[in-house]
């Protein structure tokens, strides 16, 4: 599927109405088990409502105008590696009462179910048991880690990564990543209100779509902030110095690049970005990027079929990489090729042409090998770009990459 801006986006927001169910409370399933995480931490997980006081909500919250002199609140799930005692036979002690981690289920609620199952059907009670491989609320390993921004497409949710997430958080990332209410599909607060993208959003959505990344930039500039004040979560510690990557799928791969652009040479935010598959419009092709970038690619969408990427690529004056994944398209780097393989025969059909036909564990391993890898040479410095390419040409004949094999 080629990914123009708007088209891909598009679909991207139909496969997320047809794929996305909460659940209930962590249960573990005996029978509906994710990919075992590849990393070497044991996770932890969390998810936080935190409000920036300094804006409100947008205008586009149409379907919740009394909302719309009300402060911008996010809700932010964020993965980390936790300490090896709290994965010991799958529990660990949390007090002196012998309450136990439990694996966090892979949909926070199930009340926002109503919202979703009337395009699953019989998958709705079989995912309502499935849980990732991150503890709820368990403690942070006490090693330094940087963190690393995620950004979902439009009308998707974090909820629909957190796969992905927790595999790169056992590889020993702090993993912060919100939606962005009003143009994320439906976003529940603690409290139980909601924020659900409204009906009229794709009414003019070419047009809204320069807003709905400048929203999203301040999103993640705001998390920026409070993860360099100390004060997203008491259970982080992170400080000024913090180093901070930012990635997307779709339209946030595209809310990388800007935000990316958008920051100061001199701070240690956002020195370098990747997107998943995401068309690039705005400032920022026009103006390009002197630092790393990381253009990751489904199966047909490339220079070739989509000009936005051919022109990016001759703006990107710094560290660059175009990679493609086979028998991938635009909704593959979601979550949604690893429930296909989960459900197995229950994974509604629609959905399965939406998924590509790559291996979900393979699919999970290639995405965040190469994340991993990325950031460890543009964020931490901890492996140069000539560790990043053998990393890459490892991953072949899966993927192919641009002009360096």
């Known amino acids: 599927m080629v990914n123009h801006p708007v088209t891909g986006l598009l679909a991207a927001t139909v496969?997320?109405?047809?794929?996305?169910?909460?659940?209930?409370?962590?249960?573990?399933?005996?029978?509906?088990?994710?990919?075992?995480?590849?990393?070497?931490?044991?996770?932890?997980?969390?998810?936080?409502?935190?409000?920036?006081?300094?804006?409100?909500?947008?205008?586009?919250?149409?379907?919740?105008?009394?909302?719309?002199?009300?402060?911008?609140?996010?809700?932010?799930?964020?993965f980390y590696p936790t300490t090896n005692a709290t994965a010991k036979n799958g529990n660990a002690s949390k007090s002196s009462n012998n309450s136990t981690y439990q694996r966090a289920p892979y949909f926070a609620s199930a009340t926002s179910a109503?919202?979703?199952?009337?395009?699953?059907?019989?998958?709705?009670?079989?995912?309502?048991?499935?849980?990732?491989?991150?503890?709820?609320?368990?403690?942070?390993?006490?090693?330094?880690?940087?963190?690393?921004?995620f950004s979902h497409g439009l009308g998707s949710s974090r909820l629909l990564h957190?796969?992905?997430?927790?595999?790169?958080?056992?590889?020993?990332?702090?993993?912060?990543?919100?939606?962005?209410?009003?143009?994320?599909?439906?976003?529940?607060?603690?409290?139980?209100?909601?924020?659900?993208?409204?009906?009229?959003?794709?009414?003019?959505?070419?047009?809204?779509?320069?807003?709905?990344?400048?929203?999203?930039?301040?999103?993640?500039?705001?998390?920026?902030?409070?993860?360099?004040?100390?004060?997203?979560?008491?259970?982080?510690?992170?400080?000024?110095?913090?180093?901070?990557?930012?990635?997307?799928?779709s339209l946030g791969g595209n809310t990388a690049a800007q935000t990316v652009a958008r920051s100061s040479s001199s701070s240690s935010s956002f020195p370098c970005g990747a997107n998943f598959d995401g068309g690039i419009f705005g400032p920022v092709a026009t103006t390009g990027l002197d630092r790393p970038f990381l253009q990751i690619g489904a199966a047909n969408h490339n220079q070739t079929t989509d000009a936005t990427f051919s022109h990016f690529w001759s703006v990107l004056h710094g560290f660059r990489r175009e990679l493609t994944v086979n028998s991938t398209v635009h909704q593959s780097f979601m979550d949604l090729p690893v429930l296909r393989d989960v459900l197995?025969?229950?994974?509604p059909v629609d959905l399965r042409n939406q998924s590509g036909t790559?291996?979900?564990?393979?699919?999970?391993?290639i995405e965040t090998t190469l994340v991993d890898a990325f950031f460890r040479f543009c964020l931490t410095k901890t492996?140069?770009?000539d560790d990043f390419d053998r990393v890459a040409k490892s991953l072949a004949p899966d993927?192919?990459?641009?002009?360096?094999w």
């Not at 969390?46 to 002199?69: K, M, Y």
């Open 15 to 78: 496969a997320t109405i047809a794929a996305t169910i909460p659940a209930t409370d962590a249960t573990t399933s005996t029978q509906l088990q994710l990919p075992r995480l590849l990393g070497s931490y044991p996770v932890g997980t969390v998810n936080l409502e935190v409000t920036d006081h300094t804006r409100t909500a947008p205008s586009t919250a149409t379907n919740a105008s009394t909302n719309s002199t009300e402060p911008r609140r996010l809700m932010v799930s964020v």
């Open 114 to 149: 109503a919202a979703f199952d009337t395009y699953l059907g019989n998958a709705t009670t079989l995912l309502t048991n499935l849980a990732t491989w991150a503890y709820a609320d368990a403690p942070r390993a006490a090693a330094n880690a940087s963190v690393l921004l």
């Open 162 to 249: 957190a796969a992905f997430l927790a595999d790169l958080a056992s590889r020993g990332w702090i993993v912060v990543a919100p939606d962005h209410p009003y143009d994320a599909w439906y976003t529940e607060y603690p409290d139980g209100s909601v924020a659900r993208m409204p009906d009229a959003a794709l009414d003019d959505f070419p047009n809204e779509l320069p807003g709905l990344v400048d929203t999203r930039v301040k999103d993640v500039t705001f998390l920026a902030g409070l993860l360099q004040s100390g004060s997203l979560w008491r259970g982080l510690s992170t400080s000024s110095t913090v180093d901070i990557g930012i990635l997307g799928h």
């Open 344 to 347: 197995g025969d229950e994974f």
């Open 358 to 365: 790559a291996p979900g564990a393979r699919l999970l391993q």
């Open 383 to 385: 492996a140069s770009s």
């Open 399 to 404: 993927i192919w990459a641009r002009e360096f």
